[in-house]
């Protein structure tokens, strides 16, 4: 008797695009810093970051790696929610804070009262040479006298030896964060609204600017807005418009503002509803998010100012559980990041907490899971797969000072593309697959890849090509860029760099879930 078994062969699709790219930098391309991903970070533990008799090793290390590769520090701005309850005494030495009990939805909450000392700023000298700071002041109490107090202390640590001798510069001080949300966390009553925030604003960051001896030659400048969501063109709601409309850029301390910050996540996880890592990873979703804000950027920039996002990251209340924590969250950072540049967003400040699920960095041992709060075996400090993004970021921009770029024209609902131009010239591309491969999802597809160039110049005959090598969507370590890995115990880069050099006529192939660098030789 014979057995028939039928075997079901599951074959990868292959598809095939042609992408045209210019040799020159076409008029408009965005320019790049080599900060334009920056840091966002929690005021509350701020000594843990920075580390209080001796400098955080962990979180200098994994600073230092940006440096290495663009000559740039990131930007960190401190504050966000705790600095609205941050007060100051002498009688503290670094800080004081009182924290909710944690939940399964906010396994480390933000503390809800902060006392801090002279020292809690005086380890800023922790951080690496050049690093550029931007740090947030309390408006939300309406104390003008602790608004004082924070101010002189944090002039005092930026005059002082140690910062100077560093080159630390405070570049800018941000009067209260996210004041659209004042009234709904009963800060304010139910009359608050844009015209009360500007009046308020304008009389303590005038008070600011007076004891921080700010002026329009000084290096320190201040930040406007700091809201969470925007009305656009809606003025009676909040928004640079609105500001703008009621004048506060022809007040004294309105002069000083030099940068409009933005603050924007993709989705909440405030009540623990789910958020699906497809949507976020996905490439119209990235697009739409962000295009919302042109009127904005449009207003800034016709007011001869910069626009940036000054706290942002993938899901708002610290992340989302398997996703934000995942490798699919580091190619929505980094398609995220770029799409950003074109629209005219010129920095990236991703937020950070110790213990927060969308972490870049997780700068100290952590002895509670960041999914539920439940306890775990101590987590040693680490880099999360966001912080892979990053990297090929400033790998892309280089240390030229020169670089632009601009979107790569791909009709593919899943592709995305950018060229890097250098001294004007094409030098670099990235391209992200951003379809989310799972287990058990069968085939791993793929799309190959065929250049093409316009303009003026020689076109390019070889490619190098590094590849961010991701297992699955869903997986939250164990990621290789171009055969290395930044998940050790000193947040260093380990093991043999793996780059492949091809001949342009062969193109690229982009497996899903996957994003490379093409360098152009």
Not at 28 to 48: F, M, T, Y
Not at 56 to 66: E, I, M, R, S
């Amino acid at each position: 008797m014979w057995c028939t078994h039928f075997i079901t062969l599951v074959v990868p699709i292959v598809s095939a695009i042609e992408v045209t790219i210019p040799l020159t930098a076409p008029l408009g391309a965005a320019p790049l810093k080599g900060n334009l991903v920056s840091l966002s970070i929690e005021q509350d533990r701020w000594n843990e970051w920075a580390g209080t008799t001796e400098p955080n090793t962990f979180f200098n290390n994994v600073l230092d790696n940006f440096i290495q590769i663009t000559n740039t520090p990131p930007f960190v701005r401190i504050g966000a929610d705790s600095e609205d309850h941050t007060d100051f005494s002498h009688d503290v030495e670094y800080e004081e804070d009182i924290f909710p009990p944690s939940s399964i939805i906010t396994p480390y909450p933000e503390a809800t009262n902060i006392t801090v000392g002279q020292g809690f700023y005086d380890i800023i000298s922790h951080l690496p040479n050049g690093t550029q700071v931007h740090w947030g002041l309390n408006l939300r109490e309406y104390n003008l006298t602790a608004a004082y107090l924070e101010t002189v202390a944090l002039m005092n640590t930026f005059s002082s030896p140690a910062v100077l001798e560093k080159h630390i510069d405070l570049k800018f001080i941000e009067v209260g964060n996210e004041a659209d949300l004042y009234h709904k966390h009963k800060s304010r009553n139910s009359s608050w609204n844009v015209q009360e925030y500007v009046s308020e604003w304008e009389e303590f960051a005038y008070n600011v600017s007076i004891t921080a001896n700010l002026s329009k030659l000084s290096c320190t400048k201040l930040i406007g807005a700091a809201f969470a969501g925007s009305s656009h063109n809606n003025l009676s709601g909040f928004s640079p418009q609105a500001i703008f409309n009621l004048g506060i850029l022809e007040s004294p301390a309105g002069q000083l503002i030099e940068t409009i910050s933005q603050h924007h996540y993709s989705g909440s996880f405030c009540t623990g509803s789910g958020a699906a890592l497809q949507d976020l990873m996905t490439k119209s979703y990235i697009r739409g998010n962000l295009s919302a804000f042109i009127p904005d950027i449009e207003a800034t920039l016709a007011n001869g100012l910069k626009y940036i996002l000054g706290e942002t990251n993938s899901i708002s209340c610290h992340g989302a559980p398997n996703v934000s924590n995942t490798a699919g969250a580091a190619l929505w950072l980094l398609d995220y990041t770029l799409y950003a540049t074109q629209v005219g967003i010129s920095r990236m400040h991703f937020h950070e907490g110790i213990g927060y699920k969308y972490n870049l960095i997780q700068p100290v041992t952590l002895n509670y899971s960041i999914l539920d709060g439940s306890p775990v075996a101590p987590l040693a400090p680490h880099v999360q797969p966001a912080y892979y993004a990053a990297i090929i970021i400033a790998e892309a921009i280089g240390s030229s000072g020169t670089t632009q770029a601009v979107e790569i024209s791909i009709d593919e609902d899943n592709v995305s593309g950018y060229a890097f131009f250098e001294h004007g010239s094409l030098s670099k591309a990235v391209f992200i697959n951003t379809v989310a491969y799972f287990s058990g999802a069968g085939a791993r597809n793929s799309t190959h890849i065929d250049f093409s160039f316009t303009g003026l110049g020689c076109p390019p005959n070889n490619t190098s090509v590094k590849m961010l090598k991701i297992g699955y969507a869903s997986d939250t370590s164990n990621l290789t860029w171009g055969g290395q890995t930044y998940e050790t115990s000193d947040g260093r880069v380990s093991g043999p760099l793996t780059v492949d050099v091809l001949p342009i006529s062969s193109g690229v192939d982009l497996q899903e879930t996957e994003a490379i660098l093409v360098t152009f030789s």
